[in-house]
């Protein structure tokens, strides 16, 4: 921030002072982040290979994903569209609390971070609605080879929804995937809202306003940006291309 | 004020600032959520009405999406997570590492990759996908089966 005196740059590495011109706690935030950034990464590169592996039968997301809630007809992109705007929106709100938390606003910090916990349990409720509805698959089902372990063959059936040996959309591996990287996703977003809300307590009780400074709501800002950050990705990978 | 009585600048304090910068980041943010807002719903509706048009899985259409993700995505780390306006050391540490180590998972990937088998490897494949998927592409029902129906008639 502009707040922090420049520093000669010989002199920086001196001691007594960051040459990051941080608190520990933030930079700390940031090693984990970047180690989270490796495992995501490291999973949608793997999920861009096997797709391209079985490119000739891979499904097509605009088949996949068409529900949206009330509606009967089928509108491809439109739910997930919802599930983004959700999350880029409590993006905002977080980062509008940090800022609220940077000229120690506390009123204006209860307000943003309630609004950013609204928005991640509208997302993982979205996300469990979504779920539900690629497990249980469409009326009409596709005509699968389905692993009959009784007799030990395969028998040829009409088959409904997905789970990790079969699916009616395409190879189980798209579905693993679905819900490898949609699980570890939805999984960051439900322990981002647990987290938001502790401190979201803290605030509520003043515990920031007498330490003098907001960095904890500042830290964990940075965590719920980097779950949207992540959601950017799998939005486009999984449901664009 | 702090949980440390040492001399060590209290950093968390010095990020602090008042109510002029405050209103002038807040329009900063606003902005970037709009220009995000904005790159969103023009994926969407590009990806609707991408099926209809013959755009679906076309080589510039996948370059168009990844490139609006990463202009997304770096609007996320620079101003949401506000690396941009941290010190220029710490922005290259984070992100240097990162980008060489994608970039080399990606060319391993490319490279290596032809050892995990070829097309005629697919023998554990159920060959119901292929005649579903072949039907999709040449524009009718293969097999009586009522699944891709939707999809087929576009394709007509």
């Known amino acids: ?241 | 004020m702090s949980e440390f009585h040492d001399n060590y600048p209290q950093y968390e304090v010095m990020s602090n600032h008042g109510e002029e910068e405050g209103k002038k980041t807040r329009s900063v943010l606003w902005k970037v959520f709009w220009v995000m807002l904005a790159i969103t719903v023009f994926e969407l509706v590009i990806g609707f009405l991408a099926p209809g048009n013959g755009w679906s899985g076309t080589w510039w259409l996948k370059t168009l999406f990844i490139s609006l993700t990463i202009v997304k995505a770096a609007a996320i780390v620079l101003w949401f997570m506000h690396l941009g306006h941290e010190a220029k050391f710490f922005k290259y540490m984070i992100l240097v590492p990162y980008v060489i180590f994608m970039f080399y998972t990606i060319f391993i990937v490319l490279t290596e990759g032809t050892y995990s088998g070829t097309v005629d490897h697919h023998t554990k494949i159920d060959p119901i996908f292929k005649e579903q998927q072949d039907a999709l592409k040449h524009g009718h029902q293969g097999g009586g089966e009522a699944a891709h129906e939707a999809a087929a008639v576009e394709h007509h």
């Not at chain 1, 809630?69 to 491809?76: G, K, L, S």
């Not at chain 1, 209860?110 to 609204?118: K, Q």
């Open chain 1, 1 to 241: 921030m502009a707040h922090t005196a420049e520093i000669d740059s010989k002199e920086a590495w001196g001691g007594g002072q960051s040459p990051f011109k941080l608190a520990y706690g933030k930079l700390f935030m940031w090693f984990f982040l970047v180690s989270d950034a490796l495992t995501f990464g490291g999973l949608l590169i793997s999920y861009g290979f096997i797709r391209h592996k079985y490119a000739d039968v891979w499904p097509k997301a605009e088949h996949v994903f068409t529900h949206f809630p009330f509606v009967q007809q089928h509108i491809p992109l439109a739910y997930v569209g919802l599930m983004t705007f959700i999350l880029i929106m409590s993006s905002v709100t977080m980062v509008l609390a940090v800022e609220a938390g940077h000229r120690m606003d506390r009123k204006g910090v209860i307000t943003w971070m309630f609004w950013t916990i609204v928005g991640g349990l509208a997302f993982v409720g979205s996300q469990a609605w979504e779920w539900y509805h690629f497990i249980i698959g469409t009326h009409d089902g596709a005509l699968r080879n389905v692993w009959d372990p009784a007799t030990g063959a395969y028998v040829k059936q009409i088959w409904h929804g997905a789970n990790m040996v079969t699916n009616e959309y395409g190879v189980p591996q798209f579905a693993n995937y679905f819900f490898f990287i949609t699980g570890f996703h939805g999984t960051h977003v439900f322990s981002g809202v647990v987290i938001n809300f502790v401190i979201f307590l803290n605030v509520i009780k003043g515990t920031y306003q007498k330490r003098g400074h907001y960095e904890m709501v500042e830290k964990v800002g940075l965590y719920w940006h980097f779950v949207d950050l992540v959601w950017v990705f799998v939005f486009t990978f999984f449901y664009l291309l």
